[in-house]
């Protein structure tokens, strides 16, 4: 098969995780007798710096005529001007709308060589298998925003959250499907108790489930309730679905269950088109250039990007076989390394991974 990527390296240790990714990519066309070539792009900071914008058309020209996008990081200390202009994230917020990428899938799967690397105890990750569908273009970041002066000398900011049926019932009859195809139990995540907008995402999901998906074991958690039910009973869970603002805090939250960052990939789709696939970690300012950030959760992005945007489920399995055996092997980098154990550097855990992959 012949497929082209867009690759957008970002900030940080964006660059150096994605050629790493791009390795993996190439070493798996060769092995299955694939085509992939490759068009590098600039987003976040290193593009405000260049062209002043965090999102060039070229870059969203790319995206839109690749069959897959595969993204690094985004932003940095140099960009936290708050009275800046424009700042790196903007980037991010907008290739999601210029792609119609409504819907962000995080797996939230503990591997069994790194249970003790979580700092909750064994047996309360032991079994955790969520799967997150947070909606990604609608709700508090992308609603009415700004600022005013007041007359006592004072600022007044205000940030909306606003949503429509319509961006509710796709995202909730997406992560339904899935739910249907796993263990039929889906849990909706809101605010009901405090916001309006949460009152009507809570009415649209219970009309949907009673006349679509009877089928299935729907309950309803409050946020702050949730928040508390990760970190005490995550195995109670199978497929969770909300907001744009609780799912950012709340995926954060549940990828301290299997110990790292650095090991979760997440994937961003729509109702067509190319996906964007990335590691959920952002750019690590603080380590990038030093060699060695773990490079697993975007190799693993990548082999997203292969099962949902390309139908290449068996080149997807290999990729993920070989990480699963590179740890196995008690191979680590030095975010999942316990104190004492020697670790990996980013080109070198991912090498591990190219001589499984062979």
């Not at 928040?227 to 009973?233: K, P």
Request: hydrophobic share 45%; net charge negative.
């Amino acid at each position: 098969m012949d497929r082209h990527f867009t690759l957008l390296p970002g900030d940080g240790i964006g660059p150096e995780i994605i050629t790493q990714a791009r390795c993996v990519l190439e070493a798996l066309a060769r092995k299955f007798g694939h085509s992939f070539e490759f068009t590098e792009c600039m987003i976040g900071g290193c593009a405000i710096d260049a062209t002043g914008d965090p999102l060039p058309q070229a870059t969203i020209d790319a995206c839109r005529a690749s069959d897959g996008v595969l993204l690094g990081a985004v932003g940095g200390p140099k960009w936290d001007d708050p009275s800046a202009k424009t700042r790196p994230e903007a980037g991010l917020l907008r290739i999601r709308k210029e792609m119609g990428l409504f819907a962000n899938l995080r797996p939230i799967t503990p591997f069994a060589e790194l249970l003790d690397a979580s700092p909750l105890k064994r047996e309360i990750v032991e079994g955790t298998d969520i799967l997150f569908f947070r909606e990604l273009t609608g709700g508090i970041y992308f609603g009415p925003s700004g600022s005013e002066d007041l007359p006592d000398g004072g600022v007044r900011a205000f940030s909306t959250m606003v949503y429509e049926t319509s961006e509710i019932e796709r995202i909730f009859r997406l992560a339904a499907d899935a739910a249907r195809k796993r263990k039929k139990h889906l849990t909706m995540v809101d605010k009901a108790n405090v916001l309006e907008a949460s009152r009507l995402w809570r009415k649209v999901c219970a009309k949907i489930v009673a006349e679509e998906y009877p089928d299935l074991t729907y309950d309803v958690v409050l946020v702050d309730a949730m928040a508390m039910h990760l970190i005490s009973r995550p195995t109670s869970f199978d497929v969770v679905v909300t907001s744009n603002m609780f799912g950012d805090i709340l995926t954060d939250e549940a990828s301290m269950l299997p110990g790292s960052l650095g090991m979760l990939p997440s994937a961003s789709i729509g109702a067509q088109g190319p996906g964007l696939y990335e590691p959920i970690h952002g750019s690590a300012p603080d380590i990038a250039g030093k060699g060695i950030a773990n490079p697993l959760a975007t190799i693993l992005a990548a082999a997203m990007m292969l099962r949902h945007s390309c139908d290449m489920a068996v080149e997807a399995d290999a990729v993920e076989a070989a990480v699963q055996a590179v740890l196995a092997a008690g191979y680590r980098t030095a975010d999942i390394a316990r104190k004492g154990e020697p670790s990996l550097g980013t080109v070198e855990m991912t090498d591990k991974v190219l001589e499984k992959l062979a």
